[in-house]
């Protein structure tokens, strides 16, 4: 009974371990969650109204020149920018987005897909390597940018994006991300990057009376690319806060679940000690009559 009790006691000790090790994974997460939290709410609002001033913009310059960028044309060739983590231990936050960007592979681009004409530009090292595992085309320039996130990494990664689509080597680019609500809530999102998606309603397109200074031409050519540098940094962002989220939330759920199994190993080491102390009783009972006999 010596040796049943030792390997409870063992598993005891290994679970309190383990239990330290989330609680300070948690606290960590929690701490970096404060400051990720910060930079996107304070990004959040700039981004979304630059966003729809940009497709303002390209709804009322139909023909323009400089709105290259907004061309629809037949797509041959895709390109899929996911957002992931650099690390794990962030319950399914991964996995999730990962499903996410095949789920859209498989029902939107499956034809180019079999055509081998889709690419993966992941930020992030466990998209990086679970798509470059799988056997997917995969741009492995941009996978570490959460190395010292800064807007002019970001920008570098959508620089190509929008350089390819413009020499035409891409057709079409998809944004995968997780948009961050909470700490225990994300939103998986897929959204079009390139081309530049117009305003469709066409109420707000009537009562939009920009008056462009300096002309048209100009400030679309300089304000697109900046608006789209933008738009990456806020799904950057945004992930790096989801992470972070998802990552306290799983440390917190994981320490809750270390409680209960010490409330049961301990129930169970009491249990063996109590067998263990009635059989020496026993034994000495038993010993004792002999003696006595």
Same mark, same amino acid.
């Given at each position: 009974?010596? /040796?049943?009790?030792?390997?409870?006691?063992?598993?005891?000790?290994?679970?309190?371990?383990?239990?330290?090790?989330?609680?300070?994974?948690?606290?960590?997460?929690?701490?970096? =969650?404060?400051?990720?939290? $910060?930079?996107?709410?304070?990004?959040?609002?700039?981004?979304?109204?630059?966003?729809?001033?940009?497709?303002?913009?390209?709804? %009322?310059?139909?023909?323009?020149?400089?709105?290259?960028? @907004?061309?629809?044309?037949?797509?041959?060739? &895709?390109?899929?920018?996911?957002?992931?983590?650099?690390?794990? =231990?962030?319950?399914?936050?991964?996995?999730?987005?990962?499903?996410?960007? +095949?789920?859209?592979?498989?029902? +939107?681009?499956?034809?180019?897909?079999?055509? /081998?004409?889709?690419?993966?530009?992941?930020?992030?090292? +466990?998209?990086?390597?679970?798509? %470059?595992?799988?056997?997917?085309?995969?741009?492995?320039?941009?996978? $570490?940018?959460?190395?010292? =996130?800064?807007?002019?990494?970001?920008?570098?990664?959508?620089?190509?994006?929008?350089?390819?689509?413009?020499?035409?080597? #891409?057709?079409?680019?998809? #944004?995968?991300?997780?948009?961050?609500?909470?700490?225990?809530?994300? &939103?998986?999102?897929?959204?079009?990057?390139?081309? &530049?998606?117009?305003?469709?309603?066409?109420?707000?397109? %009537?009562?939009? /009376?920009?008056?462009?200074?300096?002309?048209?031409?100009? #400030?679309?050519?300089? #304000?697109?690319? +900046?608006?789209?540098?933008?738009?990456?940094?806020?799904?950057?962002?945004?992930?790096?806060?989801?992470?972070?989220?998802?990552?306290?939330?799983?440390?917190?759920? @994981?320490? $809750?679940?270390? %409680?209960?199994?010490?409330?049961?190993?301990?129930?169970?080491?009491?249990?063996?000690?109590? @067998?263990?102390?009635?059989?020496?009783?026993?034994?000495? &009972?038993?010993?004792?009559?002999?003696?006595?006999?």
């Amino acid at each position: 009974m010596s /040796g049943a009790l030792k390997e409870v006691r063992n598993r005891i000790k290994s679970v309190q371990s383990t239990q330290q090790i989330t609680k300070a994974m948690k606290m960590v997460s929690a701490a970096k =969650l404060r400051r990720a939290q $910060d930079a996107i709410t304070q990004m959040r609002p700039y981004a979304q109204k630059l966003q729809e001033m940009l497709a303002n913009i390209v709804s %009322n310059s139909e023909g323009s020149a400089n709105t290259s960028l @907004a061309t629809e044309r037949t797509i041959e060739k &895709v390109l899929i920018i996911i957002v992931t983590s650099d690390r794990g =231990l962030c319950g399914g936050y991964n996995s999730n987005l990962i499903k996410l960007a +095949k789920q859209i592979i498989r029902e +939107k681009y499956p034809v180019q897909y079999s055509k /081998g004409n889709v690419k993966i530009l992941p930020i992030g090292k +466990k998209g990086y390597e679970h798509f %470059n595992k799988n056997s997917f085309k995969v741009i492995d320039k941009f996978w $570490d940018i959460f190395t010292g =996130l800064s807007f002019d990494k970001v920008q570098t990664a959508a620089q190509y994006a929008m350089e390819a689509f413009e020499a035409k080597e #891409l057709d079409a680019v998809e #944004l995968v991300y997780s948009e961050f609500k909470n700490a225990a809530t994300q &939103v998986y999102i897929g959204e079009q990057f390139l081309p &530049v998606k117009k305003n469709n309603n066409t109420t707000t397109q %009537n009562k939009t /009376g920009f008056i462009f200074e300096p002309g048209k031409e100009v #400030l679309i050519a300089e #304000l697109m690319p +900046k608006i789209l540098n933008t738009q990456l940094f806020k799904a950057v962002l945004d992930g790096n806060a989801s992470e972070h989220g998802a990552r306290m939330t799983a440390m917190d759920k @994981a320490s $809750d679940n270390a %409680n209960e199994l010490l409330k049961s190993l301990k129930i169970s080491y009491n249990r063996a000690r109590q @067998a263990a102390i009635t059989t020496e009783l026993t034994e000495i &009972v038993s010993g004792a009559a002999a003696l006595n006999g």
